[in-house]
Nanobody, 116 residues
Framework: VQLQASGGGLVQAGGSLRLSCAAS????????MGWFRQAPGKEREFVAV????????YYADSVKGRFTISRDNAKNTVYLQMNSLKPEDTAVYYC??????????WGQGTQVTVSS
């Protein structure tokens, strides 16, 4: 399984970005998909997850109400819509996939920088 994240960039505080993660696998619809992020000097942290059907989502408290995760199984793609961005959202964002409880598949990361 290969995951390719894209859509990062530089945005002012209060702005929006939409991240995409394309998967090269026929089993994409069987994977729960998630987004994680890692800021400089910090550990990687969970951001959001969507289950394999797309009917269930869960968010970190820090992004709840501002970020929305979604997926299109026909396109093998998961998205992260990020609104009302804050400087503390600055990080490298990674998409990940799992079949069971372990995140076994990871993308290469895309940089998001929010200026104040």
């Amino acid at each position: 399984v290969q995951l390719q994240a894209s859509g990062g960039g530089l945005v002012q505080a209060g702005g929006s970005l939409r991240l995409s993660c394309a998967a090269s696998t026929r089993t994409f619809s069987r994977l729960d998909m998630g987004w994680f992020r890692q800021a400089p000097g910090k550990e990687r942290e969970f951001v959001a997850v969507v289950n394999w059907r797309g009917g269930s989502t869960y968010y970190a408290d820090s992004v709840k109400g501002r970020f929305t995760i979604s997926r299109d199984n026909a396109k093998n793609t998961v998205y992260l819509q990020m609104n009302s961005l804050k400087p503390e959202d600055t990080a490298v964002y990674y998409c990940a996939g799992r079949v069971t409880t372990s995140w076994g598949y990871w993308g290469q990361g895309t940089q998001v920088t929010v200026s104040s």
